[in-house]
C-alpha cells in the first residue's frame, strides 16, 4: 500500500482525478446551479412530448427537431413552432420524417440530439439547454443517402405573436444614436448580420446570436437578417442560403435565450451605487478645516456602494496593485466597510503594455482587425497603451482567476466591469478567432468565450455576496449581460446628442427596448455627461424614472445630492415593496394632461390603505406646462392629500386629481395619500 501511495505517477493520477471532480468535470450532475437560477428540468420521454423548463421559461419540443412553444414572463411568445423553411429545384422543402431525443441531463443543462430529413437535404441539430435559458444550437447539414432533389435555399424562421414583438434591440449599434433599438416598424425591417438581435415587448422576449456568419450565402448581404409582419405574427427570418450550399456537411451555430433571464433583485432600488472612490479619499477632507472626509460625505448623502475606477492599479485592468498601493487599498475597503458601504474595482477589457505578461502573450491573446491591427490604444498614466483583449483566448482564464484571488485578497465587494461584457469582434488566428471567406479574412464575435468568463466570475461573486456590475453601451447581450447584477448604459450619448430635444435622438420606444433592463432581467441604470445647459441630470431624470431607472452619480458632488434626495424619498416609500405602474399600461390608475406628460407610478397598499408615488413628466423640450392628474384608482379615498415628495410643497387638488406645473424636460415625484 505504502509503494502505491508513494508512487509519483499514482498521486498524479489521483490529484487530477481531484481537480476533475471540483471542477464538475466528473461528476457534473452535481454541480452547483447558481441562484436565483434553478435546476434544468426535461419532462416528456416521447418527441412529441418534451419541455426543457429552467427559472422562468418552458422550451417545449413537439413533432419534430425544433421548438414549438417557448413560455416566459407568463406568456406563450411563440406564433407558431420554429421552421427552417427553403426551396429545392423541384419546389418548397417538405420534411418527411424528423426526431428528437435526450441526450444528456444535468442540474446545469440538458442536451438534446435532432434529425430532419427530405428528399434534397438532411439536417442534424445538437440543442445544449442551459440553467440560465441560453439554447445553443448546431445545425449541420447533410446530402441524403439518397437525394432526390436539390436545395436551392434554406432559411430559419421563427415566428412571434405581434403583442410580443413590438421591440428590437440589436448589436453592434452606433455611437451617439439609438438607432439599434426601438419599436418594430410596420413594415417590418432587413438588416446585415448581426451577432446579437433581441426581438420582444417590455416584459421579456426572445435573443438570438451567434457568433459569425461563416457558411451563410444570402443572396444579398444587406438582408441576411429580417424582420417580416404576417398578420398576428412577426417573423424573425435568418437567411442561411439563397443559393445551394458550397459543400456538404455544413455547420452553423447559433443560440437563443427567452428573457427576462432571470427575476431582478427586489432590493435593486436599495443598491446607491455611486463612481469616484480613490485613493485617500477615506482622509481627504471636504473643506479646509473640516473634520469629514469625502468618504465621510458620500456616506452622509447614502451612498451604499462605491465605485473605485482603473487607477487603483497601475497597470490598465490588472488585478493586483502594486506594494506601495496595497495598504492604502486595504485602508480605503476598511473604511468604506465602517461606513456601511461596498467597494468595488474595476476591471476592463484591455492588455496594457505595462502588463509583465505583454512581450509573451500580446501577440496571442490581443483582439485584432482582418487587416492584422490591434484595436483600441487607450493611453493613461503610468505611461502606457491599452489594447482590447479577446476574451477567447487564453487571457479569459488568467483575468477571470485574478479578479477572483483579488477580491479574496483585498476583501472589496465585487467588481465594476467596463466593457468586459462585450464580445469584440476579432480575426485573431492565434487563438481560433476569424474565418477566410472569398471576401478575405472576417472578424468573429466570441459570444461563448465571454459567457464563459462572466459565468464564472458570476458563481464565485454571487456565492460571497459580491456584486457584478457591467458597464456597456449599445450592447444588451443577454447570453453575457445576464450573469451581471446591474448594468450602466448611456455612454453613446457623451457627446451632447441628447441636448436639445431628447426624443430626436432617444424616443421613448428605444429606451423601453435597451435602458429599462426589466425587459432583460437586469437592472440598468443610466450614465449621463452632464453638459448644461444643453443636458444635465434634471433632464435625464425626466426619462429615467419613468422607467424606473434612476441616474447613477459619477462622483460626490451636486449630481449625487439630487439622486441622494430619490434615494430618500424612494426609501421612504418602500417602492422595492411596491408594485410598478408605467405610463404605456396604467391608464386604469391614472390619466394626464396634456399629451407631453407621461406618468408611471408606484402603488402600495399601507395598513389598508393606497399610496402612491408618482412619477409625472413633462417630456416637451420647449414649454413649460401646468399638467393635470386624474386619478382613477378606485382604492383612493374621496378625499387624498398630493405632495412633492422631495419639496414637500402641497399640490393644488380637486375632484379626484391634482395640478402641478413642469418646466420643460423635467420630473415630479408626488406622494399620494
Given at each position: 500500500m505504502r509503494?502505491?501511495?508513494?508512487?509519483?505517477?499514482?498521486r498524479r493520477?489521483?490529484?487530477?482525478?481531484?481537480a476533475l471532480w471540483l471542477s464538475?468535470g466528473?461528476?457534473?450532475a452535481?454541480?452547483?446551479?447558481?441562484d436565483?437560477?434553478?435546476p434544468v428540468?426535461?419532462?416528456?420521454?416521447r418527441t412529441?412530448?418534451?419541455?426543457?423548463?429552467?427559472?422562468g421559461?418552458?422550451?417545449r419540443?413537439?413533432?419534430?427537431?425544433?421548438?414549438?412553444?417557448?413560455r416566459?414572463?407568463?406568456?406563450?411568445?411563440l406564433?407558431?413552432?420554429l421552421r427552417l423553411?427553403?426551396?429545392?429545384?423541384?419546389?418548397?422543402l417538405?420534411?418527411?420524417?424528423?426526431g428528437l431525443k435526450v441526450w444528456?441531463?444535468?442540474?446545469?443543462?440538458?442536451?438534446?440530439?435532432?434529425?430532419?430529413?427530405?428528399?434534397?437535404v438532411?439536417?442534424?441539430?445538437?440543442w445544449?439547454?442551459?440553467?440560465?435559458?441560453?439554447?445553443?444550437?448546431d445545425?449541420?447539414l447533410?446530402p441524403?443517402?439518397?437525394?432526390?432533389?436539390?436545395?436551392?435555399?434554406?432559411?430559419l424562421?421563427?415566428?412571434l405573436?405581434?403583442?410580443f414583438?413590438?421591440?428590437?434591440?440589436?448589436?453592434p449599434?452606433?455611437?451617439?444614436?439609438?438607432?439599434?433599438s426601438g419599436?418594430?416598424?410596420?413594415?417590418?425591417m432587413?438588416?446585415p448580420?448581426?451577432?446579437?438581435f433581441?426581438?420582444?415587448?417590455?416584459?421579456g422576449?426572445?435573443s438570438w446570436?451567434?457568433?459569425?456568419?461563416?457558411n451563410?450565402?444570402p443572396?444579398d448581404?444587406a438582408?441576411a437578417?429580417?424582420?417580416?409582419p404576417?398578420?398576428d405574427?412577426v417573423v424573425?427570418?435568418?437567411r442561411?442560403?439563397?443559393s445551394p450550399p458550397?459543400?456538404?456537411?455544413?455547420?452553423f451555430t447559433f443560440?437563443?435565450?427567452a428573457?427576462p433571464?432571470?427575476?431582478?433583485?427586489?432590493?435593486f432600488?436599495?443598491?446607491r451605487i455611486c463612481?469616484g472612490?480613490?485613493?485617500?479619499?477615506?482622509?481627504?477632507?471636504?473643506a479646509?478645516?473640516?473634520?469629514?472626509?469625502i468618504?465621510?460625505?458620500a456616506?452622509?448623502?447614502?451612498?451604499?456602494?462605491?465605485?473605485f475606477?482603473e487607477?487603483?492599479?497601475?497597470?490598465q485592468?490588472?488585478?493586483?496593485a502594486?506594494e506601495?498601493?496595497?495598504?492604502?487599498?486595504r485602508?480605503l475597503?476598511?473604511?468604506?466597510?465602517?461606513?456601511?458601504i461596498?467597494?468595488l474595482?474595476y476591471?476592463?477589457?484591455?492588455?496594457?503594455?505595462?502588463?509583465?505578461?505583454?512581450?509573451?502573450?500580446?501577440?496571442k491573446?490581443l483582439?485584432?482587425?482582418?487587416?492584422?491591427s490591434?484595436?483600441?490604444?487607450?493611453?493613461?498614466?503610468?505611461?502606457?497603451r491599452d489594447?482590447?483583449v479577446?476574451l477567447?483566448?487564453?487571457?479569459?482564464?488568467?483575468?477571470?482567476?485574478?479578479m477572483i484571488?483579488?477580491?479574496?485578497?483585498?476583501?472589496?465587494?465585487?467588481?465594476?466591469?467596463d466593457?468586459?461584457?462585450?464580445?469584440w469582434?476579432?480575426?485573431?488566428e492565434?487563438h481560433?478567432?476569424?474565418?477566410?471567406s472569398i471576401?478575405g479574412?472576417?472578424?468573429?464575435?466570441?459570444?461563448?468565450?465571454?459567457?464563459?468568463l462572466?459565468?464564472?466570475l458570476y458563481?464565485a461573486?454571487?456565492?460571497?455576496?459580491?456584486l457584478v456590475?457591467?458597464?456597456?453601451s449599445t450592447?444588451c447581450g443577454?447570453?453575457?449581460?445576464g450573469?451581471?447584477?446591474?448594468?450602466?448604459?448611456?455612454?453613446?450619448?457623451m457627446s451632447?446628442?441628447?441636448?436639445g430635444?431628447?426624443?430626436?435622438q432617444?424616443?421613448l420606444?428605444a429606451?423601453?427596448?435597451?435602458f429599462?433592463?426589466?425587459?432583460f432581467g437586469?437592472?440598468?441604470?443610466?450614465?449621463?455627461?452632464?453638459q448644461p445647459?444643453?443636458?444635465t441630470?434634471?433632464?435625464?431624470?425626466?426619462?429615467t424614472?419613468l422607467?424606473?431607472?434612476?441616474v447613477?452619480p459619477?462622483?460626490?458632488?451636486?449630481?449625487?445630492?439630487?439622486?441622494?434626495?430619490?434615494?430618500?424619498?424612494?426609501?421612504?416609500?418602500k417602492?422595492?415593496?411596491?408594485?410598478w405602474?408605467?405610463?404605456?399600461?396604467?391608464?386604469?390608475?391614472v390619466?394626464?394632461?396634456?399629451?407631453?406628460?407621461?406618468?408611471?407610478?408606484?402603488?402600495?397598499a399601507?395598513?389598508?390603505?393606497?399610496r402612491?408615488?408618482?412619477?409625472?413628466?413633462?417630456l416637451?423640450?420647449?414649454?413649460?406646462v401646468?399638467?393635470?392628474i386624474?386619478l382613477t384608482d378606485?382604492?383612493?379615498p374621496?378625499?387624498?392629500e398630493?405632495?412633492?415628495?422631495?419639496t414637500?410643497?402641497?399640490l393644488?387638488s380637486?375632484g379626484n386629481?391634482f395640478t402641478v406645473?413642469?418646466?420643460?424636460?423635467?420630473?415630479?415625484?408626488v406622494?399620494?395619500?
Amino acid at each position: 500500500m505504502r509503494s502505491i501511495l508513494c508512487n509519483p505517477l499514482y498521486r498524479r493520477a489521483v490529484k487530477l482525478a481531484l481537480a476533475l471532480w471540483l471542477s464538475g468535470g466528473m461528476n457534473s450532475a452535481m454541480a452547483k446551479v447558481p441562484d436565483p437560477w434553478t435546476p434544468v428540468e426535461v419532462k416528456g420521454a416521447r418527441t412529441n412530448d418534451l419541455s426543457v423548463e429552467v427559472w422562468g421559461r418552458i422550451c417545449r419540443f413537439g413533432q419534430g427537431a425544433l421548438p414549438t412553444a417557448l413560455r416566459t414572463a407568463g406568456e406563450d411568445i411563440l406564433a407558431a413552432p420554429l421552421r427552417l423553411a427553403g426551396q429545392t429545384d423541384n419546389g418548397g422543402l417538405e420534411w418527411k420524417e424528423s426526431g428528437l431525443k435526450v441526450w444528456e441531463r444535468t442540474k446545469e443543462k440538458a442536451t438534446l440530439i435532432g434529425w430532419m430529413a427530405s428528399d434534397a437535404v438532411t439536417v442534424n441539430l445538437a440543442w445544449r439547454i442551459e440553467y440560465d435559458g441560453m439554447m445553443q444550437v448546431d445545425v449541420t447539414l447533410i446530402p441524403p443517402a439518397q437525394p432526390k432533389a436539390k436545395l436551392t435555399s434554406l432559411c430559419l424562421e421563427v415566428p412571434l405573436k405581434k403583442a410580443f414583438a413590438s421591440l428590437y434591440h440589436h448589436w453592434p449599434g452606433q455611437w451617439g444614436s439609438a438607432q439599434n433599438s426601438g419599436a418594430v416598424p410596420e413594415g417590418g425591417m432587413v438588416l446585415p448580420f448581426k451577432p446579437l438581435f433581441w426581438l420582444g415587448w417590455e416584459e421579456g422576449g426572445l435573443s438570438w446570436f451567434a457568433e459569425s456568419d461563416r457558411n451563410w450565402q444570402p443572396a444579398d448581404a444587406a438582408r441576411a437578417l429580417e424582420v417580416v409582419p404576417e398578420g398576428d405574427a412577426v417573423v424573425m427570418r435568418l437567411r442561411l442560403l439563397d443559393s445551394p450550399p458550397a459543400r456538404m456537411p455544413v455547420s452553423f451555430t447559433f443560440g437563443f435565450q427567452a428573457t427576462p433571464v432571470k427575476p431582478l433583485p427586489k432590493d435593486f432600488h436599495e443598491w446607491r451605487i455611486c463612481h469616484g472612490a480613490s485613493y485617500e479619499i477615506n482622509r481627504q477632507k471636504v473643506a479646509d478645516g473640516s473634520a469629514r472626509t469625502i468618504l465621510d460625505r458620500a456616506a452622509e448623502l447614502g451612498v451604499k456602494t462605491l465605485i473605485f475606477h482603473e487607477h487603483w492599479t497601475p497597470v490598465q485592468n490588472y488585478w493586483r496593485a502594486s506594494e506601495d498601493e496595497e495598504k492604502p487599498l486595504r485602508r480605503l475597503i476598511d473604511d468604506c466597510h465602517k461606513r456601511g458601504i461596498r467597494l468595488l474595482l474595476y476591471f476592463g477589457y484591455e492588455l496594457s503594455t505595462l502588463a509583465p505578461e505583454w512581450a509573451a502573450e500580446s501577440d496571442k491573446v490581443l483582439t485584432k482587425s482582418p487587416d492584422g491591427s490591434l484595436t483600441g490604444g487607450y493611453s493613461r498614466w503610468p505611461q502606457q497603451r491599452d489594447y482590447i483583449v479577446c476574451l477567447q483566448s487564453e487571457w479569459r482564464d488568467k483575468l477571470v482567476e485574478g479578479m477572483i484571488e483579488a477580491a479574496d485578497k483585498y476583501g472589496f465587494d465585487g467588481v465594476y466591469l467596463d466593457g468586459t461584457v462585450e464580445p469584440w469582434g476579432c480575426a485573431n488566428e492565434a487563438h481560433g478567432c476569424g474565418y477566410r471567406s472569398i471576401e478575405g479574412r472576417k472578424a468573429t464575435y466570441p459570444i461563448f468565450g465571454v459567457r464563459a468568463l462572466m459565468s464564472r466570475l458570476y458563481e464565485a461573486m454571487h456565492d460571497k455576496g459580491k456584486l457584478v456590475n457591467a458597464h456597456q453601451s449599445t450592447y444588451c447581450g443577454t447570453p453575457t449581460l445576464g450573469f451581471a447584477h446591474s448594468y450602466w448604459d448611456g455612454e453613446q450619448f457623451m457627446s451632447g446628442e441628447l441636448g436639445g430635444d431628447p426624443l430626436q435622438q432617444l424616443p421613448l420606444a428605444a429606451f423601453r427596448a435597451e435602458f429599462m433592463g426589466k425587459n432583460f432581467g437586469v437592472p440598468c441604470e443610466f450614465l449621463v455627461y452632464e453638459q448644461p445647459p444643453k443636458w444635465t441630470a434634471d433632464d435625464a431624470l425626466a426619462f429615467t424614472l419613468l422607467h424606473d431607472v434612476l441616474v447613477r452619480p459619477g462622483g460626490v458632488g451636486p449630481t449625487l445630492e439630487k439622486i441622494s434626495a430619490i434615494w430618500n424619498v424612494f426609501s421612504r416609500f418602500k417602492v422595492s415593496k411596491a408594485d410598478w405602474h408605467p405610463y404605456w399600461r396604467n391608464g386604469d390608475l391614472v390619466r394626464a394632461d396634456p399629451e407631453s406628460v407621461k406618468v408611471s407610478l408606484y402603488r402600495r397598499a399601507s395598513g389598508g390603505k393606497t399610496r402612491l408615488l408618482l412619477v409625472v413628466s413633462n417630456l416637451s423640450p420647449t414649454e413649460t406646462v401646468s399638467a393635470r392628474i386624474s386619478l382613477t384608482d378606485k382604492t383612493l379615498p374621496a378625499a387624498f392629500e398630493a405632495a412633492d415628495a422631495l419639496t414637500g410643497e402641497k399640490l393644488s387638488s380637486s375632484g379626484n386629481g391634482f395640478t402641478v406645473s413642469i418646466p420643460p424636460t423635467r420630473m415630479r415625484l408626488v406622494e399620494v395619500k
